[in-house]
């Protein structure tokens, strides 16, 4: 198992700079596993983990947690938060983990020789104990493991557009089987 060390160093190398969010997110990974007694950063798929923002802190949790969007084990449901909840898919048990309410305050008072409120992060977030840096909440998901994973090699065609739809996106609008943009979620216009 790599260091937490090393797991900095691999995601500063992956970002090109280390910063608070991905020590946070290093963290945060390292705790979900823990808490649900899975080694990480795992090398096989057991271990989903659900996102709720992308940015630095999702490059740390991908580093610590081996969870990556391309292997199908990392999603991003973008609330705007620095927030993740990682499932065992064997068991179906979450935990949900945040930065605890008063993580920036206690950075501060941890790191006082820190030359501002951002080094002071980056310090204290190495070296914070987890019960005053972050919060875990066991959590049921809303979604079906079944619905967030859907299967391997299963695709349709959107019957208004013709393009492929893959992990059974599509919408059923009466007869028609549609992609999610002509059943009208597009978030782009032809010009
Ligand atoms: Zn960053
Ligand atoms: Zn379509």
Redesign the pocket.
Known sequence: MPTFDELLQKSAELHQHLCPRQVLGVRMGLAGGQWLGLDVPQTGKRLLTIVETDGCGADGIAVATGCWVGRRTMRVFDFGKVAATFIDTATGRAVRVVPSANSRQLAVLAAPQAASRWESYLLAYQRMPTIELLTLQEVRLELSLAEILSRDGYRVN??????E?INEREVRVGAET??R???GERYYRQI
């Open positions: 959107c019957t208004r557009c013709g393009e739809i549609l992609c943009a002509c059943a």
